[in-house]
Nanobody, 124 residues
Framework: QVQLVESGGGLVQTGDSLRLSCYAS????????MGWFRQAPGKEREFVAS????????LYSDSVKGRFTISRDNAKNTVYLQMNSLKPEDTAVYYC?????????????????WGQGTQVTVSS
């Protein structure tokens, strides 16, 4: 069955960096776009970044553009989110999702599998 397992979250200070990883199994990884979303307490899940099947196309939310970088290693069935210059407003549970198409997608309803999430907390 499809499994997505995130790792790399933690507690950091403003301005620090973190790299999240998401290992995928149970499907042909190269056939699907992948994305990172986040959800803060009391808020809806929101798009952060996505990457197409080849890694050649990426999309970012305005709030993270220029600070976060999404990438994927198809040989390792893994997608990454490099987060730099972290801010307190980046605090959330971060989820890895598998899109239902090969492209880089931004809409939550176009993702049909999710990981369990990893907590990122940025202190001021």
């Amino acid at each position: 069955q499809v499994q997505l397992v995130e790792s790399g979250g933690g507690l950091v200070q403003t301005g620090d960096s973190l790299r999240l990883s998401c290992y995928a199994s149970g499907f042909t990884f190269i056939n699907y776009g992948m994305g990172w979303f986040r959800q803060a307490p009391g808020k809806e899940r929101e798009f952060v970044a996505s990457v197409s099947w080849s890694g050649s196309n990426t999309l970012y939310s305005d709030s993270v553009k220029g600070r976060f970088t999404i990438s994927r290693d198809n040989a390792k069935n893994t997608v990454y989110l490099q987060m730099n210059s972290l801010k307190p407003e980046d605090t959330a549970v971060y989820y890895c999702g598998r899109a239902n198409q090969p492209g880089a997608l931004t809409r939550t309803h176009l993702y049909n599998y999710w990981g369990q999430g990893t907590q990122v907390t940025v202190s001021s």
